[in-house]
């Protein structure tokens, strides 16, 4: 079935440091990806969705210059979380779809990040 | 707004017991539903859906029918095994919005032999 790679898997960096996060479709071409974040005992909340070859637009109440997103080819969305505090510490997961409809919408296995 | 309730977790069963994990929902219109599963180290993967009232999704044993008159679209395992341990994601789609998910908490399952 389609994969999709998400990587790191788990990431610890210091306060005011920038870390970016890859997510790539290995057998499909992801027209759309989703990035979401996950706080302990918390819903998946989604944060944007890219488009590939157009800016992503983010949900209400995220900050855009902090979580940078990139669309730039079929097979790659990056999620960028710039100048990282603590509070960014959470969850991360991606999720791409292939052409058609919802049912065609895979996983990343997330990415874990911890700024100390 | 759009939302999803699923029961709190975690749920700790003995092989072959029955599951039951409950998900209620609010949303305007009429959503497509969705079960997600995720087992340890991987990523979330569609386990069954239903796209209008009286769907019943059905995938590896596990059921879940989409009641409108209750809002609900819970999950059920007549025997469960070890192997479904994992954390369960009840989760909508409201058409009108894209095809972003709207996702509940997520409910841990531990299935002891």
């Known amino acids: 079935g389609a994969v999709v790679s998400q990587h790191p898997s788990r990431v610890i960096c210091k306060s005011g440091t920038s870390v970016k996060i890859e997510c790539r479709s290995l057998?499909?071409?992801?027209?759309?990806m989703f990035w979401y974040r996950q706080f302990p005992k918390q819903s998946l909340m989604l944060m944007a969705t890219?488009?590939?070859?157009?800016?992503?637009?983010?949900e209400q109440g995220v900050e855009k210059d902090k979580f940078l997103i990139n669309h730039a080819s079929l097979t790659l969305s990056t999620l960028t979380v710039t100048s990282a505090h603590p509070e960014d510490s959470s969850f991360y997961i991606c999720s791409a779809r292939d052409r058609g409809t919802i049912e065609k919408l895979f996983f990343g296995s997330g990415t874990q990040l911890s700024v100390l | 707004g759009n939302s999803v309730t699923q029961m709190e977790g975690p749920v700790t069963l003995s092989e072959e017991a029955f599951l039951t994990i409950n998900c209620t929902y609010t949303?305007?219109?009429?959503?497509?539903l969705f079960w997600y599963v995720q087992y340890p180290g991987e990523g979330l993967q569609l386990l069954l859906k239903?796209?209008?009232?009286?769907d019943k999704g059905s995938n590896k044993g596990f059921e879940a029918t989409y009641r409108k008159e209750t809002t609900s679209f819970h999950l059920e395992k007549g025997s469960v095994q070890v192997s479904d341990s994992a954390v369960y994601f009840c989760a909508l789609s409201d058409h009108q919005a894209g095809t972003a998910l709207i996702f509940g908490k997520g409910t841990t399952l531990s299935v002891s032999s």
């Open positions: 057998d499909f071409q992801a027209t759309t």
């Open positions: 949303a305007t219109g009429y959503p497509s």
């Open positions: 890219s488009n590939e070859g157009s800016k992503a637009t983010y």
């Open positions: 239903a796209t209008k009232a009286d």
